[in-house]
């Protein structure tokens, strides 16, 4: 009788199953690892947040039949045609090369049956997506793939890209299985090369540069475009109010939440904010300098649901834009594959090796094989179903706060269930008046 | 010939009106005068025409050009010609940082010293520098023919790919997978070529330059390699 008992084997929290992989694979390949998708660590997000709803002292509207409205116009500042959509949530840019033409062709199906945006990615405009996207938001990066003047002319609005969430501050990359005699032609660049993207504008630096380079693309466009600038969060203040300064129209805000073809884990994981951590700061640099709703503002990173749109909105956003919900409309990740992600050594739900073009979807490859098993029509279709459920989600919170247009959110609607997500988005802690940070607070 | 004093007429209206041409115009001479360093003079040309700008020019001339023939009879600041797709841009005096930057097509001559990133991330423009080229110029540079008379500053050719970089003078140092490269007969009749398209027909002897491209060692991501970025 010496069985002393055994305590349980007990796994370190500090070094878990995941880091432990992390570390086998980085010491038996000497490089970081890289992968496609936004930040996969839990981080304050909009979860965290909870509408009050109508109560004794606000009146609600009914639901299914009173107007509630959900249109929006981006860039009513200086462009002589500004955008006017008829939902408050637009598509994210991605590019073809990072994804399928048949991809690209579903996401303008989709975005145009519901009466909103698509946005062009790092390689330039296709037929596909031009033919396909009734709105289509041109983008000038840093790389400048494929740029040219009659396509900047034949969009109808131009997104002016410093960063996005899931890396701020760092560049793209485009490994060479997926660069196809199409996507090198389109990129002036060998075929099969790693294809990186510069982190850096080749000319300009600076907000002040920057206000001279919106204004060549204002002198070249004839005034008519709206010019967006699209920053990664991560000084969400000072690059709103740089924005601004500028001249831009929009501002779009990418959270560390929104996705990227590809890029190092470290980099998606650890640099960059959350966006509830974002809005607020940038939605005051706007109301600091008497431009809310004026400069319109677009959020992005995490969408999912109407919950999210609606509550984005309430803390003062304008739209909102998705990029990987709207993949996974289209089907990415979809169990329907299994077999062919248990092949690839992941699961459905899990996969992210974007960057290695054999997406069992057909929606992050250029093989024309795997391509071709996602129907453009049917695709467009999901997504225009998808962005039809997330706008009659969001009239239905707005209309239960009383609200007849979803823009008439606001922060005031709202309380968090989280001490961490009550500072955040600047709205009291749940059955409190406590907004840790706030000025009472202090 | 149409005449426009930009001290009289908005940079707005002038850009406008030239963007209203169609390639059939014989408003095939344009003369602008005290262009006093404003920004994106004749920029998103279009047609086949000849814009002369007496004078300094600011951030853009000429940016995004296509098929017009743009002479600065003066300096030429941030970007000039820059993503030019065609035509010929052609700059009197000497040019800032970013000069021909992305350009696709076309070419630019600078008859002075081009500052930093000269042809930063060129793809197919070709750039004639009569003078000297300042650092990190064709740094990712993509595919064209950039021709330097005098010097360039540091960490020429950074991160190149396919274009072709030709110097005449010294080369402070290159850049990350940049060397120099065995000039052969087709180089030199590229930059015959180039230098008769820019004016020089015979005046210089192409065996006077160096050339120098990609080591093409960085095209695929290798943990060996790391230490050289």
Redesign the interface.
Known sequence: MDATPRTTPRKSATFDDYTLSEIRRAAA???YDIRGGGAKRKVPHFDDLLFLGASMSRYPLEGYREKCATDVWLGTRFAEKPLHLKIPITIAGMSFGSLSAQAKESLGRGASQMGTSTTTGDGGMTEEERGHSTILVYQLLP??YG???DD?RRADAIEIVIGQGAKPGGGGML??QKISDRVAEM????KG??Q?S?CRH???TGPD?LE??I??LR?????QKPIYIKVGASRPYYDTALAVKSGADVVVLDGMQGGTAATQEVFIEHVGLPILGAIRPAVQALQDLGMHRKVQLIVSGGIRSGADVAKALALGADAVSIGTAALVALGDNDPLYENDYQDLGTTAGAYDDWHEGRCPAGITTQDPGLAARLDPVLGGRRLANYLSVLTLETQTIARACGKSHVHNLEPEDLVALTVEAAAMAKVPLAGTDWIPGSKSDR | MPEVDLDVTPLRELNAALHRLTPETNERHWVIDHPAGRHAIASGLNVPITVEINGPVGYYCAGMNKLATVVVNGSAGVGVAENMMSGFVHVAGDASQSAGATGRGGLLRIDGNASSRCGISMKGIDIVVQGSVGHMSAFMAQAGNLVVFGDAGDSLGDSIYEARLFVRGGVKSLGADCIEKEMRDEHKRAIHEVLTRAGFDGEVDPNEFKRYGSARKLYTFNVDHAGEY
């Open positions: 390949s000497g490089i790389s400048r740029m040219n003047p900047l490994l060479g990129r002036t660049l060998p090369i790693d990186r510069a080749p000319d300009w540069d001279i380079k204004q060549e002198e070249i466009t004839d005034w």
